[in-house]
């Protein structure tokens, strides 16, 4: 079998449609699988799941899914999108949603589940959230 060596990179486009987030999960799975980090499936999803909703759901331009393995066994999620305003955990501000709040708790677990975060404005307007899994560099 034919193996890849990092550094890959994907970069899928989504469609304001809510199977979006399906979508890019179908999508990093059968990336990750290819590249032998199955390991890092179900916390990616996750992650992916919270990105890709948050933002078909706060923004009505284009969006989208990157992927990247910067080292061996590690990978860099990104969903980027029109919306320039970076959520507060990725300002790094605290992210405790008041007790009855019906929403606000999804970025918080990127906070818990990443082994590092961040947020970056693109200079065409628009922001990139990124994680990083595989590695633990906090």
Known sequence: ?????????????LPQDPRAPGIARHT???VLHAHRLGALVETAELLASELVTNALRHTDG??????????QGRLRLG????CPDIPAPFEGLPCRPAPDAEGGRGLCLVAVCADAWGATALPQGGKLLWVELGGGAR
């Open 1 to 13: 079998m034919t193996t890849v060596a990092p550094p890959w990179t994907y970069a899928l486009q």
């Open 62 to 71: 284009p969006y989208g899914l990157r992927l990247r393995a910067p080292e």
């Open 28 to 30: 990093l799975r059968a």
């Open 79 to 82: 969903v980027w999108d029109t």
